[in-house]
């Protein structure tokens, strides 16, 4: 099992629906990273957290330590949305979830 | 300021034979690191340099790989001779000497193998 769980795996929508991504770890963490990578292109930092929630835009992150859980929102999605969404734990070193794939039909 | 880059983009090569992938980080960047992700696997961690030492290489796969950052500036990751389970994306990072998860990601390198 790995030590970073990501759900959904797949999510596909419609433009303008609300989209909640959740990651789950088991490991003591000092932070949690939310990037995101577009298909054929490189991996972008959305978000480095430790604690509560962070919003940029339409995208909003939030960390529950306690339960060692988090989720990342994405408000009035749009088509250019798409993309894989990873959440990495800070456990000394990175530790990767697998990704979760969203796609945004118009 | 310029990002972190990586070089090449994409890289076809035949089992058994060698590949160097090049990474630049941002200047000033203390760490450097080397990820990769091989299909359908998560990303895993390779190595982190701190300038020019190894600080961490527990994540490298095998004595194939081996990873230089000569002059604690830009860092080159050699595969030889690679094996077809090589292919996937490699991704070089870089953070400040004080901000050592605060990490900037290069574009990465697709790595083929066939």
């Known amino acids: 099992k790995n030590e970073v769980e990501q759900s959904p795996q797949n999510l596909t929508a419609q433009e303008g629906e609300f989209i909640t991504i959740n990651c789950s770890y088991s490991?003591?963490?000092?932070?949690l990273h939310w990037l995101q990578q577009h298909p054929g292109g490189g991996i972008v930092s959305l978000f480095m957290?430790?604690?509560?929630?962070k919003k940029h835009g339409r995208l909003i992150a939030t960390i529950n330590i306690q339960e060692k859980h988090s989720s990342l929102h994405i408000t009035a999605s749009h088509p250019r949305d798409s993309a894989v969404y990873i959440c990495?734990?800070?456990?000394?070193?990175?530790?990767w979830g697998a990704g979760t794939k969203l796609i945004i039909k118009p | 300021e310029a990002g972190v880059t990586q070089f090449p983009s994409h890289s076809v090569i035949e089992k058994g034979q060698t590949v160097t992938l090049r990474c630049d980080p941002i200047s000033g960047h203390d760490n450097l690191y080397w990820y990769r992700r091989v299909m359908g696997k998560e990303i895993k961690f390779l190595l982190h340099f701190v300038k020019e030492s190894k600080q961490d290489e527990s994540g490298m796969p095998n004595n194939r790989f081996l990873a230089e950052r000569t002059g604690g500036t830009y860092s080159t990751l050699k595969v030889q001779p690679a094996e077809l389970e090589d292919s996937g994306v490699y991704f070089c990072?870089?953070?400040?000497?004080?901000?050592?998860?605060?990490?900037?990601f290069g574009p990465g390198t697709r790595l083929t193998v066939t």
């Open positions: 490991v003591g963490i000092s932070a």
């Open positions: 957290l430790s604690s509560g929630k």
């Open positions: 990495a734990v800070i456990h000394y070193q990175l530790i």
């Open positions: 990072a870089s953070s400040r000497r004080d901000r050592l998860y605060e990490q900037y």
